[in-house]
């Protein structure tokens, strides 16, 4: 089993930055693939990065230049740093864990762990 838990979220002006934490338990933290997903008012949970095992990290169109995954296997966390936040940041985001050494997926139902959220407002 394992535990995700976010922290970092905020409100924060547009243009601005935030970093995401997502800590987990276990030992086995390298094994997995981790991903950033976040949730808007009204919409679906959308995939928005992910990181391999290895470092190697892939992200949805609209965060490419802005947003920064990246991991510390040693301290058994995942972070995602937020940066040029434009209003339609504004989401709760979620941590996830697939255990594999592959590319993070962006399929929600492939995931075997997820955090519980933190929301991140921009506002104007």
């Known amino acids: 089993q394992v535990q995700l838990v976010e922290s970092g979220g905020g409100l924060v002006q547009a243009g601005g930055s935030l970093r995401l934490s997502c800590a987990a338990s276990?030992?086995?933290?390298?094994?997995?693939?981790m991903a950033w997903f976040r949730q808007a008012p009204g919409r679906e949970r959308e995939f928005v990065g992910g990181?391999?095992?290895?470092?190697?990290?892939y992200y949805t169109d609209s965060v490419k230049g802005r947003f920064t995954i990246s991991r510390d296997n040693a301290k058994n966390t995942v972070y995602l740093q937020l940066n040029n936040l434009k209003p339609e940041d504004t989401a709760v985001y979620y941590c996830?864990?697939?255990?594999?050494?592959?590319?993070?997926?962006?399929?929600?139902?492939?995931?075997?762990?997820w955090g519980q959220g933190t929301q991140v407002t921009v506002s104007l």
């Open positions: 276990g030992r086995t933290f390298s094994m997995y693939a």
């Open positions: 990181i391999r095992w290895n470092g190697d990290t």
């Open positions: 996830a864990a697939r255990r594999s050494f592959g590319p993070p997926p962006p399929e929600l139902h492939l995931y075997d762990y």
